[in-house]
């Protein structure tokens, strides 16, 4: 069963925009370990601000109110601001590298699976074929469940990413956006009616 | 600007920030900033016997004085023996500075001499830490690191500067603002929560207020008082919320919990609407969480929002500052007379006391309490350690201001006492301060006597001797089934062992000693000992076991009365 999002019922999307400071992930990691918060996966990675870092965290719901889990992140002092993306509209995005056993004879098959999961082949040799593939969690799952006959000789994969769609972000500094939307216009992108930046997934 | 090195613009900054005493220990990468301490005469440093020591002092200098308290150690086994007393400051919010030298910059990491990860050991028991790898950077350190220690929810802050941090020079620029976007603690009640809350205070027939430390360290005591008054809202505190309302008021019903008073007990789980101001409901004051008050309507007034909600569900939360958060709530409480209830926590009280002190013949130490509080007519400050004599000394003298009693109630921290004693007499020189102690607890840091000696303290220091880990020896009386082990403790003459040091001492194993003994601690102008020789087998009485319900407190047996 999933949420709106792709995550699973239990799981929470928490987004935590925190100062790139030494020591910032080791503060986050040692708040859930002690309050018992189970993370089921963490991004970490820089923002449009510079200074500042954006962490996606997905707690999984039964081992502790999402509300606590949030409320402790706020007490961190590098804890810039903390959302629950969990009910919103939002975009979840992992990204997989996958190493799949194959031969001549059934290469074409994987490749065909590659193209209705929309993988991309980053690299080919003679008994092997590794895939790039983006997307939220089931769907790099079910890449993984078509692959397995075949042999999966390695699996890599990043932790979520998630974002909301439409005008709201989880930013901390909301800068200008109008002037951001003008810009995607005209780079020719889609803009949502009354929305000013661009739902164009 | 002027040039200046790590080490000068530490202490300048902490000059700045108003710091008179530093408790401390050398050792080697701290030299730098020893070394410097003489250009700094406004800086007392005090020597401690021991880190952990110095750590207790600076908490026990802030819970008297209200200030921050400044401990100071070297790297490695220095920085891991302030642990303790940091992990004491963080369970009960005191404002705390802990700063350590650690290896150079270049060694750090690479398991030198005295090198431990102390900033990864203090990480989970600070509200912040840092580590300074830039002279340049240690003005903006403090300056951040006493905000935060004080404001807020207190707690303690620990900074960490490698040796060649300190010897580095650089400009010295004392930062006037402090930008901490991630630090915004809120203040201001949210007002529809602080209406909603007094709609249900003012429709309540049963409404209690259970008063914490929140309301001692928020400055808020006469804003509580005015507020009960208005409201005729019965108050009872936590343990660590005593002094916070005054215990002689006719609104004061003691304090609740393990070992609160049976009639405070029974009216928070009686009460309609239970207001919890400045506290974070723990399970030593509360009892079993599920079965606490199950119908009560909760509000919960504090200024950490994650305390809302985390051990008990609350109904109307009101995260703020509560100096601002109760004058805008008795605003909104209209004047109400609620005679009825009260009268009947005083018939609870009546036929259920918790605090009378019954007829023996041996010696038992809330006699000592009780005959210290009326010699005092309750005007000194007492400092305990952990287990039989820190309630006792809760339970039978009554503070009628904050700041009066300073214990370690989150972390239970035994041997507290007398270093704590020893910093709330030197941030309150002119209070009378007692120091209460276990013998076991005295034990583990009865080195600091020497402390007394050297600063010429008139700390008076009271030993509850009962020969026993009596809290322990209790629970395995009461839950193991007289299964005693390891609980009755050897000791030295303690008299011998201060005579020793050079401090007074006077052993009390009778009755009508108690009173001459007090009497001459407090005429005389030094540190004294009183070595009180106690009954072993007294027990603290009421009691919650643990596990149960406030409604399952058990008075003290029928056995036990008659002894």
Redesign the interface.
Known sequence: MTTGNGTRQAQHTVVAIVEDKPGVLQRVAGLFRRRGFNIESLAVGPTEVEGLSRMTIIVDGASAPVEQVEKQLYKLIDVVKVSDLTHEDAITRELALLKVRCNNVNRHELLDIAGVFRADVVDMATNSLTLQVVGDEDKINGLITMCQPYGVRELSRTGTIAMTRGAKTTTVHESEPEAIARVHQSQGRRVESKELPFSSD | MVRMTGSQILLECLQREGVSTLFGYPGGVVLPLYDTLPQFPAIQHVLTRHEQGAAHMADGYARASGEVGVCLATSGPGATNLVTGIATSFLDSTPVVAITGNVARTLLGKDGFQEADI??IT??IT??NY?VMRAEDIAMTVREAFH?ARTGRPGPVHIDIPKDVFQEETEFDWPTEIN????RPTTKGHSGMIRRAAEAINKAERPIIISGHGIIWGDASNELLELAQKAQIPVITTFLGIGGFPETNSLSYGWLGMHGMYHANMAADEADVVVGIGMRFDDRAMGRFKDFNPTATIIHIDI???E???NLPTAIPVVGDVKRVLPDLREHLDQRDRSDWLAWIDKVEEEHPSLEIRETRRLIPQEIIRTLYEETNGTATLVTGVGQHQMWAGQHYFYDNPRKLVSSGGLGTMGFELPAAIGAQMGTPHSEIWAICGDAGFQMTMQELAVCVDERLPLKIAIMNNGYLGMVRQWQELFYDENFVSVAVTQPDFCKLADAYGVRALRVETKAEVLPAIQEARNYDGPILIDFHVDQDENVWPMVPAGAALSETIEMPEKELAR
Not at chain 2, 180 to 183: A, E, F, I, K, Q
């Open positions: 900033t990864g990480q989970p509200k912040h580590l935060i901490l976007r991630g630090y950490d929002p994650a809302i909600g985390k």
